[in-house]
């Protein structure tokens, strides 16, 4: 009489148990990991949007203008960073001017003068939603509005009004005194 031979390998039941292993594991994980990855973007548009912030207040220490035109003139109602332009903004409440941010911040002296001391910020990137963020310079000269540095958030859309004291929706940002 021969043994039998065991033949190595999983069972039907072995290879359904693995894969359900698997399958509980991953629906644990993935809420887990997603919402990990949603906060490090917030923290990334928080940390930039303060970035940009200071930038804007030494640029305005330095110069003693506002960026809201060549020598600031009030021609520009709001900055732009690099990025998609948001699906909604209310910075731009009536068509009014736009310029690049890094304008001002990099490469001043057009605008800001002799005591233009920068550069202030080496680059002025996409949020982490690929968007531009926002500054609303507009609020400098306009009484009734707030100078806003901001992010559409992750639905691409700006929230917050010039005149909101708080951010509204998703947004993601800072309010400049």
């Given at each position: 009489?021969?043994?039998k ?8 039941i072995?290879?359904i ?28 548009a928080?940390?930039?949007?303060q970035?940009?912030g ?62 233009w ?29 707030y ?31």
């Amino acid at each position: 009489m021969g043994m039998k031979k065991k033949e190595s390998g999983f069972t039907l039941i072995e290879m359904i148990v693995t894969v359900a292993i698997i399958a509980s594991l991953a629906a644990i994980l993935v809420p887990i990991v997603s919402s990990e990855l949603a906060d490090t973007a917030e923290s990334r548009a928080i940390g930039d949007a303060q970035r940009i912030g200071t930038a804007v207040t030494q640029y305005i220490k330095d110069t003693r203008i506002f960026p809201t035109g060549p020598g600031g003139d009030n021609t520009v109602e709001f900055l732009i960073s690099l990025g998609n332009a948001p699906g909604a903004n209310p910075m731009a409440d009536d068509a009014g001017a736009q310029d690049q941010l890094l304008n001002f911040l990099t490469d001043g002296l057009a605008n800001g003068g002799a005591l233009w001391n920068g550069p202030y910020l080496q680059e002025a990137s996409a949020d982490p939603w690929g968007n531009q963020f926002v500054v609303n310079v507009n609020g400098y000269y306009d009484a009734t509005e707030y100078v806003w540095v901001i992010s559409a958030g992750p639905d691409g859309d700006i929230d917050t009004d010039p005149t909101d004291t708080t951010l509204q929706g998703d947004d993601i940002g800072i309010l400049l005194d």
